[in-house]
C-alpha cells in the first residue's frame, strides 16, 4: 500500500530545511565530542565502542519508522516536536546519566556485571542518535518529492558538525563537550515550530507546544552551565594523579583541551618519571613536571637548571647511539618534555632541532612551564619546530649526525593493545626511509622502547628498519644494525654507512659499560653471549627471542618468522600504517591452548574490542533490518523489489563510508595532522555529496541512469585516484598548511559529488515501485554505515587502504547491477 501525499507539499519551506540541517549538526558534533571525551575519561577503542553502537541510533529509527510511521503521518507536526523535544532533552540526560556508571575497563570483557553496565552505557548514548534519526527518517518519508534538498541539507548539517567540533575542542574541557550541542539541537527545535505556526491552533499552543518549548529551553539552560564530575578510568595515569591531588601529594599546574589532545601538568614529588634508567645509576632522577596527554603520560619536564642535575640520563639505552658519535647535530622528532634535549646537551651536540606535532604543547613549554623547566627549550642551540614528524621529513633537506624517533619511545604497547587503531605514517617502511634520507654520512637513526613478552614492538622495529635499507638500496642491511637491551628497554640503531669494526668494538664496550646486553651487531655468535639481563628465548637456547629473531629475519627465512610467530611482527606501510597492530588470527589457537580460559587477556584489546563491536551490530542489524520483514508482511513482503531495496541502500552505505574513511586517514600524512585532515576531508565529502544530492537532477530525469553515471564517474574518480594521488600530492608537500587544506577539498570534490548522486536516486526508484519501503531503506542504510565503520578499520588494518578502496568500488558495482534487478511497478 502507498503512502499517501498529504499535504507535504504546502507545509514544506527553508524553515524545514534548516532545523534539518542543525539536526545534522548536532548528531555529527555530539559523536565526535563524546569520542573526545571518552578518549580522555576512558580509552579511544571504547570510545570507538561506545560510538559505533550509539550509531546504531540510525537504524534502529528506521526500524521504528517501518511500524510506526503511517501513525506519525497523521499527526506528523505533533510527532516531529514531541521528537525534536527529546532529541533536545536526551543530549544532556543521557550523556550524565552515562558518565555516572562506573565502568572497570580492565574487566568489561571478562566480568556480567561490567558488560551490564556497558550495555546499559551504550543504550544510554545510543537515545540522542535514536531521536535525532527518527526527525531525518521521518522529514525524508513525509517530505520525499524534495529529498535531494532534504539529504543535501543533512550532508552539509553533517560537514559543519564536523568542523565547528573541532573549533569547540579549542576551547572546553572535554567533560563538558557533549553540553555544549543542546544548544545547536535547541535552535533547531526553535524553526521547527516556526515552521509548522501554522498548523498550531491556540489550544495546541498552549496545551503542547509551549509546555514542551519550556522543557527544552529549561534543558539547554542548565546543560550549558552544569559542571560534569566525569570520572577518570581508574586504571589511567590521570586519575592516579588526581587521587594524588586529594591527598595533598601532587598540584596540577595546567589543563588545555583541544582536538588532538587533552594536556595536563602536574606536579608530585611522588613520582619520578626516566625512561629505563639502569640501576647502575648512582643518582636519583631530579625533581620534574609529568605531562599527561589525554589522561597518559607522554613525557617529563626535569625541574632544574643546569646539565649536572640530569646524570641520570647518561645510564638510560638512549644515550648508547651518543656514544658512538661526536658533537653531533640532533634531531628529535616528537620531544615533549625537554629531556632528550638535556640528553643530547650531556653529550655535547652541536645543534637540537625539535619537531613536536602540538603547538599547544610547545607554548606551555616555551613559556608558562619555562622557568620552571630550566628553559630547556629556549636555549641558544635548541631550535623548535611546529609540525607533524613525518611531514617535516617530507618537506625538509637537512642533514642531521643522529635521529631520534622520541615518539616512538615508551612502554611497549602491552597485550592492551592502545594505540592499535591509531594510525602512524612515522613508523612505516616509508617513514623510515624518509628519515634514513636525512642521516648524513655515518648518521645514526635510533628508537628505544620497552620490554614485553612475548616481544613484539622492538621486533617489529628491528624488521621496518630492514625492509626500509632494503628500499633504500642497501644490499647488506645485517651490516647497519644494532641492538641492544638492558633489563626495561630495547634501544634498535641503524646507521647511514656501514658499521666498522672500531665502531661495533665501540658499541660492545658502550653495552659492558651500561651493563646491557647486546643482541645485534655485526659479526655477533651466538656461542659468545651470555645474557646480563635474562630475557626469555627459544627452548634450551642461551640468547634471547631479540637475538632470535633478528637472525632469522636478517639471515634466515624472515617470511617463515613472521607467519609462525604469535604476533603481527610484519612492518608496517603507508598503505597499512598501523605499526601497533600486532594482532594475528592464525594465532588464536596457540593463544587458547597457551592461557586457557585467560587467552582474552593475553589478545591486543583495541583489535578484540573492534572484532567485538562488529559482531555485536551484525547481530543487532539483522534483529532490526529483517524484522519488520516478518511481522509487517503485507508491506515488507520479500521479493525482488525488497531486495533491490536493501542491496542499493546497503551498497552505498558501505560503499560511502569505507571511502569516507579511508581518505581520511590517507590525507592525513598529507596534512600532517589528523585534526586538519579531518576537517578537510568530512567537510569536503559531507558538503560536496550534498552539492551532488541537490544538483543531480539537472544532469538526467531517470534515477537508474544517475546512478549509472554516478557510478561510471566513481569508478574513473577512483582509478585516477589509485594511479595517481600520491604522486600528485607530493608535488604540493611543501606548500604551507592552508594550500595543502585547499588541495585536499579540491582533491575530494569530483568524488564526493558523484557519492552524493546515490541516496536521493535510491529514494527516487522507490517512489515509482514501492514507497513504503522508504522508511526500512533508511534503516538499512543507517545499519550497514555503522557496521562499515569498524569493518572497514579491521579491513584497512588487514588488507590496506587499497583493498578497501576496490570492495568500496565493488559495493558500487553491486549498486550499478542492480539497477537493472529494480522493477519500475506499484505495489
Given at each position: 500500500?502507498?503512502?499517501?501525499?498529504?499535504?507535504?507539499?504546502?507545509?514544506?519551506?527553508?524553515?524545514?530545511?534548516?532545523?534539518?540541517?542543525?539536526?545534522?549538526?548536532?548528531?555529527?558534533?555530539?559523536?565526535?565530542?563524546?569520542?573526545?571525551?571518552?578518549?580522555?575519561?576512558?580509552?579511544?577503542?571504547?570510545?570507538?565502542?561506545?560510538?559505533?553502537?550509539?550509531?546504531?541510533?540510525?537504524?534502529?529509527?528506521?526500524?521504528?519508522?517501518?511500524?510506526?510511521?503511517?501513525?506519525?503521518?497523521?499527526?506528523?507536526?505533533?510527532?516531529?516536536?514531541?521528537?525534536?523535544?527529546?532529541?533536545?532533552?536526551?543530549?544532556?540526560?543521557?550523556?550524565?546519566?552515562?558518565?555516572?556508571?562506573?565502568?572497570?575497563?580492565?574487566?568489561?570483557?571478562?566480568?556480567?556485571?561490567?558488560?551490564?553496565?556497558?550495555?546499559?552505557?551504550?543504550?544510554?548514548?545510543?537515545?540522542?542518535?535514536?531521536?535525532?534519526?527518527?526527525?531525518?527518517?521521518?522529514?525524508?518519508?513525509?517530505?520525499?518529492?524534495?529529498?535531494?534538498?532534504?539529504?543535501?541539507?543533512?550532508?552539509?548539517?553533517?560537514?559543519?558538525?564536523?568542523?565547528?567540533?573541532?573549533?569547540?575542542?579549542?576551547?572546553?574541557?572535554?567533560?563538558?563537550?557533549?553540553?555544549?550541542?543542546?544548544?545547536?539541537?535547541?535552535?533547531?527545535?526553535?524553526?521547527?515550530?516556526?515552521?509548522?505556526?501554522?498548523?498550531?491552533?491556540?489550544?495546541?499552543?498552549?496545551?503542547?507546544?509551549?509546555?514542551?518549548?519550556?522543557?527544552?529551553?529549561?534543558?539547554?539552560?542548565?546543560?550549558?552551565?552544569?559542571?560534569?564530575?566525569?570520572?577518570?578510568?581508574?586504571?589511567?595515569?590521570?586519575?592516579?594523579?588526581?587521587?594524588?591531588?586529594?591527598?595533598?601529594?601532587?598540584?596540577?599546574?595546567?589543563?588545555?583541551?583541544?582536538?588532538?589532545?587533552?594536556?595536563?601538568?602536574?606536579?608530585?614529588?611522588?613520582?619520578?618519571?626516566?625512561?629505563?634508567?639502569?640501576?647502575?645509576?648512582?643518582?636519583?632522577?631530579?625533581?620534574?613536571?609529568?605531562?599527561?596527554?589525554?589522561?597518559?603520560?607522554?613525557?617529563?619536564?626535569?625541574?632544574?637548571?643546569?646539565?649536572?642535575?640530569?646524570?641520570?640520563?647518561?645510564?638510560?639505552?638512549?644515550?648508547?647511539?651518543?656514544?658512538?658519535?661526536?658533537?653531533?647535530?640532533?634531531?628529535?622528532?616528537?620531544?615533549?618534555?625537554?629531556?632528550?634535549?638535556?640528553?643530547?646537551?650531556?653529550?655535547?651536540?652541536?645543534?637540537?632541532?625539535?619537531?613536536?606535532?602540538?603547538?599547544?604543547?610547545?607554548?606551555?613549554?616555551?613559556?608558562?612551564?619555562?622557568?620552571?623547566?630550566?628553559?630547556?627549550?629556549?636555549?641558544?642551540?635548541?631550535?623548535?619546530?611546529?609540525?607533524?614528524?613525518?611531514?617535516?621529513?617530507?618537506?625538509?633537506?637537512?642533514?642531521?649526525?643522529?635521529?631520534?624517533?622520541?615518539?616512538?619511545?615508551?612502554?611497549?604497547?602491552?597485550?592492551?593493545?592502545?594505540?592499535?587503531?591509531?594510525?602512524?605514517?612515522?613508523?612505516?617502511?616509508?617513514?623510515?626511509?624518509?628519515?634514513?634520507?636525512?642521516?648524513?654520512?655515518?648518521?645514526?637513526?635510533?628508537?628505544?622502547?620497552?620490554?614485553?613478552?612475548?616481544?613484539?614492538?622492538?621486533?617489529?622495529?628491528?624488521?621496518?628498519?630492514?625492509?626500509?635499507?632494503?628500499?633504500?638500496?642497501?644490499?647488506?642491511?645485517?651490516?647497519?644494525?644494532?641492538?641492544?637491551?638492558?633489563?626495561?628497554?630495547?634501544?634498535?640503531?641503524?646507521?647511514?654507512?656501514?658499521?666498522?669494526?672500531?665502531?661495533?668494538?665501540?658499541?660492545?664496550?658502550?653495552?659492558?659499560?651500561?651493563?646491557?646486553?647486546?643482541?645485534?651487531?655485526?659479526?655477533?655468535?651466538?656461542?659468545?653471549?651470555?645474557?646480563?639481563?635474562?630475557?626469555?628465548?627459544?627452548?634450551?637456547?642461551?640468547?634471547?627471542?631479540?637475538?632470535?629473531?633478528?637472525?632469522?629475519?636478517?639471515?634466515?627465512?624472515?617470511?617463515?618468522?613472521?607467519?609462525?610467530?604469535?604476533?603481527?611482527?610484519?612492518?608496517?606501510?603507508?598503505?597499512?600504517?598501523?605499526?601497533?597492530?600486532?594482532?594475528?588470527?592464525?594465532?588464536?589457537?596457540?593463544?587458547?591452548?597457551?592461557?586457557?580460559?585467560?587467552?582474552?587477556?593475553?589478545?591486543?584489546?583495541?583489535?578484540?574490542?573492534?572484532?567485538?563491536?562488529?559482531?555485536?551490530?551484525?547481530?543487532?542489524?539483522?534483529?532490526?533490518?529483517?524484522?519488520?520483514?516478518?511481522?509487517?508482511?503485507?508491506?515488507?513482503?520479500?521479493?525482488?523489489?525488497?531486495?533491490?531495496?536493501?542491496?542499493?541502500?546497503?551498497?552505498?552505505?558501505?560503499?560511502?563510508?569505507?571511502?569516507?574513511?579511508?581518505?581520511?586517514?590517507?590525507?592525513?600524512?598529507?596534512?600532517?595532522?589528523?585534526?586538519y585532515s579531518v576537517a578537510a576531508a568530512l567537510t569536503a565529502i559531507l558538503v560536496f555529496a550534498g552539492l551532488g544530492s541537490a544538483t543531480h537532477r539537472y544532469f538526467n530525469s531517470n534515477p537508474r541512469r544517475r546512478i549509472r553515471i554516478a557510478s561510471l564517474g566513481l569508478a574513473v574518480v577512483l582509478g585516477i585516484y589509485l594511479a595517481g594521488l600520491d604522486p600528485f600530492l607530493d608535488l604540493f608537500l611543501s606548500f604551507g598548511t592552508s594550500v595543502r587544506f585547499i588541495v585536499t577539498v579540491l582533491c575530494l570534490f569530483p568524488l564526493a559529488f558523484f557519492l552524493g548522486w546515490f541516496f536521493p536516486s535510491g529514494i527516487a526508484m522507490l517512489e515509482e515501485t514501492r514507497d513504503s519501503l522508504i522508511p526500512w531503506a533508511w534503516g538499512v542504510n543507517g545499519f550497514t554505515s555503522v557496521a562499515a565503520a569498524p569493518l572497514g578499520v579491521m579491513f584497512s588494518m588487514e588488507f590496506g587502504f587499497t583493498i578497501t578502496i576496490l570492495l568500496a568500488i565493488g559495493c558500487y558495482g553491486v549498486v550499478t547491477a542492480n539497477t537493472w534487478l529494480w522493477?519500475?511497478?506499484?505495489?
Amino acid at each position: 500500500m502507498n503512502i499517501p501525499q498529504h499535504k507535504s507539499e504546502s507545509e514544506f519551506n527553508w524553515l524545514i530545511l534548516l532545523s534539518i540541517f542543525l539536526v545534522s549538526v548536532t548528531l555529527v558534533g555530539f559523536q565526535l565530542l563524546l569520542m573526545r571525551t571518552l578518549s580522555v575519561v576512558r580509552y579511544h577503542h571504547f570510545s570507538y565502542l561506545v560510538i559505533s553502537t550509539a550509531l546504531l541510533g540510525f537504524g534502529v529509527s528506521g526500524t521504528f519508522l517501518s511500524f510506526f510511521y503511517s501513525r506519525m503521518e497523521q499527526h506528523f507536526t505533533q510527532w516531529m516536536l514531541g521528537f525534536y523535544t527529546l532529541f533536545v532533552i536526551s543530549i544532556p540526560g543521557c550523556y550524565l546519566l552515562a558518565q555516572s556508571l562506573f565502568i572497570d575497563t580492565q574487566y568489561v570483557l571478562f566480568s556480567s556485571h561490567q558488560q551490564l553496565l556497558m550495555l546499559l552505557y551504550n543504550l544510554l548514548v545510543l537515545l540522542p542518535f535514536f531521536f535525532g534519526a527518527v526527525i531525518v527518517g521521518a522529514a525524508i518519508t513525509f517530505f520525499r518529492k524534495y529529498i535531494s534538498t532534504l539529504y543535501a541539507a543533512d550532508l552539509l548539517g553533517s560537514g559543519v558538525g564536523g568542523v565547528l567540533s573541532i573549533l569547540v575542542m579549542f576551547v572546553v574541557p572535554a567533560a563538558e563537550l557533549p553540553l555544549k550541542l543542546t544548544l545547536s539541537a535547541f535552535a533547531g527545535l526553535v524553526f521547527l515550530i516556526l515552521a509548522f505556526r501554522k498548523s498550531w491552533t491556540p489550544q495546541m499552543k498552549k496545551s503542547f507546544v509551549t509546555p514542551l518549548v519550556i522543557v527544552a529551553a529549561v534543558a539547554t539552560g542548565v546543560s550549558q552551565f552544569v559542571k560534569p564530575d566525569t570520572p577518570v578510568d581508574q586504571y589511567k595515569a590521570l586519575a592516579n594523579f588526581q587521587r594524588l591531588e586529594q591527598q595533598g601529594d601532587a598540584t596540577h599546574l595546567v589543563q588545555e583541551p583541544g582536538p588532538r589532545a587533552q594536556i595536563d601538568i602536574y606536579d608530585s614529588p611522588k613520582v619520578h618519571h626516566t625512561l629505563f634508567a639502569g640501576l647502575q645509576s648512582e643518582t636519583l632522577p631530579p625533581d620534574q613536571l609529568s605531562i599527561l596527554m589525554d589522561g597518559q603520560t607522554a613525557g617529563t619536564a626535569f625541574k632544574v637548571d643546569s646539565l649536572r642535575e640530569t646524570s641520570i640520563l647518561d645510564y638510560t639505552p638512549q644515550s648508547v647511539p651518543y656514544r658512538l658519535l661526536s658533537n653531533p647535530k640532533v634531531l628529535l622528532l616528537g620531544e615533549v618534555g625537554g629531556a632528550n634535549i638535556w640528553l643530547a646537551n650531556r653529550f655535547g651536540a652541536k645543534s637540537v632541532t625539535v619537531v613536536q606535532t602540538n603547538p599547544r604543547l610547545l607554548k606551555l613549554m616555551e613559556g608558562q612551564l619555562a622557568k620552571e623547566s630550566g628553559g630547556i627549550f629556549l636555549r641558544e642551540k635548541v631550535r623548535v619546530i611546529n609540525k607533524d614528524p613525518r611531514l617535516y621529513l617530507e618537506q625538509t633537506n637537512e642533514q642531521f649526525d643522529l635521529v631520534q624517533l622520541v615518539s616512538a619511545e615508551g612502554m611497549a604497547a602491552g597485550v592492551s593493545g592502545l594505540q592499535s587503531l591509531h594510525e602512524n605514517y612515522l613508523l612505516t617502511v616509508e617513514g623510515i626511509s624518509r628519515a634514513m634520507s636525512r642521516l648524513s654520512t655515518n648518521g645514526l637513526l635510533t628508537i628505544t622502547r620497552g620490554i614485553q613478552s612475548p616481544p613484539r614492538d622492538n621486533i617489529k622495529i628491528f624488521a621496518t628498519f630492514v625492509d626500509a635499507l632494503e628500499r633504500q638500496g642497501f644490499s647488506g642491511p645485517a651490516t647497519h644494525l644494532l641492538q641492544s637491551r638492558n633489563y626495561l628497554a630495547v634501544n634498535t640503531t641503524l646507521s647511514e654507512s656501514k658499521l666498522s669494526s672500531e665502531k661495533v668494538q665501540k658499541f660492545r664496550s658502550v653495552c659492558d659499560s651500561l651493563l646491557m646486553d647486546a643482541d645485534y651487531f655485526p659479526g655477533i655468535s651466538s656461542g659468545k653471549l651470555e645474557q646480563i639481563n635474562q630475557i626469555a628465548g627459544p627452548e634450551g637456547k642461551p640468547y634471547s627471542y631479540f637475538y632470535h629473531a633478528a637472525q632469522k629475519i636478517l639471515l634466515g627465512d624472515a617470511e617463515s618468522f613472521y607467519r609462525d610467530w604469535a604476533y603481527n611482527v610484519r612492518p608496517a606501510y603507508d598503505n597499512r600504517p598501523y605499526f601497533f597492530n600486532f594482532f594475528k588470527w592464525s594465532s588464536l589457537d596457540k593463544f587458547i591452548d597457551a592461557y586457557g580460559h585467560h587467552w582474552l587477556q593475553r589478545l591486543e584489546l583495541g583489535y578484540a574490542v573492534l572484532v567485538i563491536t562488529l559482531i555485536e551490530i551484525t547481530i543487532v542489524a539483522f534483529v532490526l533490518i529483517l524484522l519488520p520483514l516478518f511481522f509487517r508482511r503485507q508491506s515488507l513482503r520479500l521479493d525482488r523489489n525488497t531486495l533491490s531495496t536493501f542491496l542499493h541502500f546497503a551498497g552505498i552505505g558501505f560503499g560511502f563510508m569505507f571511502l569516507e574513511m579511508v581518505y581520511i586517514q590517507r590525507f592525513t600524512k598529507f596534512m600532517g595532522d589528523p585534526i586538519y585532515s579531518v576537517a578537510a576531508a568530512l567537510t569536503a565529502i559531507l558538503v560536496f555529496a550534498g552539492l551532488g544530492s541537490a544538483t543531480h537532477r539537472y544532469f538526467n530525469s531517470n534515477p537508474r541512469r544517475r546512478i549509472r553515471i554516478a557510478s561510471l564517474g566513481l569508478a574513473v574518480v577512483l582509478g585516477i585516484y589509485l594511479a595517481g594521488l600520491d604522486p600528485f600530492l607530493d608535488l604540493f608537500l611543501s606548500f604551507g598548511t592552508s594550500v595543502r587544506f585547499i588541495v585536499t577539498v579540491l582533491c575530494l570534490f569530483p568524488l564526493a559529488f558523484f557519492l552524493g548522486w546515490f541516496f536521493p536516486s535510491g529514494i527516487a526508484m522507490l517512489e515509482e515501485t514501492r514507497d513504503s519501503l522508504i522508511p526500512w531503506a533508511w534503516g538499512v542504510n543507517g545499519f550497514t554505515s555503522v557496521a562499515a565503520a569498524p569493518l572497514g578499520v579491521m579491513f584497512s588494518m588487514e588488507f590496506g587502504f587499497t583493498i578497501t578502496i576496490l570492495l568500496a568500488i565493488g559495493c558500487y558495482g553491486v549498486v550499478t547491477a542492480n539497477t537493472w534487478l529494480w522493477r519500475t511497478e506499484t505495489g
